[in-house]
């Protein structure tokens, strides 16, 4: 079956640097585009990050252009968000999901929660 | 701010149908026809519901359904049952820098 599995999360204070890992099976991934979606504490839902399938392009939210970085491993089935200079307003819970086709995301980690505090 | 517009809540009472709008522009809604509908319960992962303004993945219920009209996208549950309690996000792919939009979500209370 389908999993998805977020790690990585923690509390970080502002300006630092967190890596996050989503490990992914049940699926062919190399053949997924992998997305980053996050959800501050009550809030809606914010789309963060693309990756291609083979890793070749990725696409960042301007709110966190410049700051993030999508990274993908298809020999691991892994994808990664490298955040720096991290911000209060980072705070939230970070979902991975894979993507079969045209932007939608077919399947769903249970997300990892990043708190940015001092 | 969203950038697609969605009502902050919507309720209905079992086996009522009722519709949550998405409005956007013809950036995003309007422009592609890759609208999608997410339903999340408290404390869970989103689950995808309705892919390219229309299509159900393989075990949603048939009771759930999309359309487009122009700039705004719809989501309709019918028969509706205590289960469907839950908040619903639209996404569409838009034309600007940022890939994917979502909308603010609607909180669906079954009465």
């Known amino acids: 079956q389908v999993q998805v599995v977020e790690s990585g999360g923690g509390v970080v204070q502002p300006g630092r640097s967190l890596r996050l890992s989503c490990a992914a099976s049940?699926?062919?991934?190399?053949?997924?585009?992998m997305h980053w979606v996050r959800q501050a504490p009550g809030k809606g839902l914010e789309w963060v990050a693309l990756i291609s399938y083979d890793g070749s392009k990725q696409y960042h939210a301007d709110s966190v252009k410049g700051r993030f970085t999508v990274s993908r491993d298809n020999s691991k089935n892994t994808v990664h968000l490298q955040m720096n200079s991290l911000r209060g307003e980072d705070t939230a819970v970070y979902y991975c999901g894979g993507s079969g086709s045209n932007y939608r995301i077919d399947y769903w980690g249970q997300g990892t929660l990043v708190t940015v505090s001092s | 701010q969203s950038a697609l517009t969605q009502p902050a809540s919507v309720s209905g009472s079992p086996g009522q149908s009722i519709t949550i709008s998405c409005t956007g522009t013809s950036s995003d809604v309007g422009g592609y026809d890759y609208v999608s509908w997410y339903r999340q319960h408290s404390g869970k992962a989103p689950k995808l519901m309705i892919y390219e303004v229309s299509n159900r993945p393989s075990g949603v219920s048939d009771r759930f359904s999309g359309s487009k009209s122009g700039n705004t996208a719809s989501l309709t549950i019918a028969g509706l049952q205590a289960e469907d309690e839950a908040d619903y996000y639209c996404?569409?792919?838009?034309?600007?820098?940022?890939?994917?939009?979502f909308g603010g979500g609607t909180k669906l209370t079954v009465l």
């Open positions: 049940g699926f062919t991934f190399s053949n997924y585009v």
């Open positions: 996404s569409s792919h838009t034309s600007s820098s940022t890939l994917v939009v």
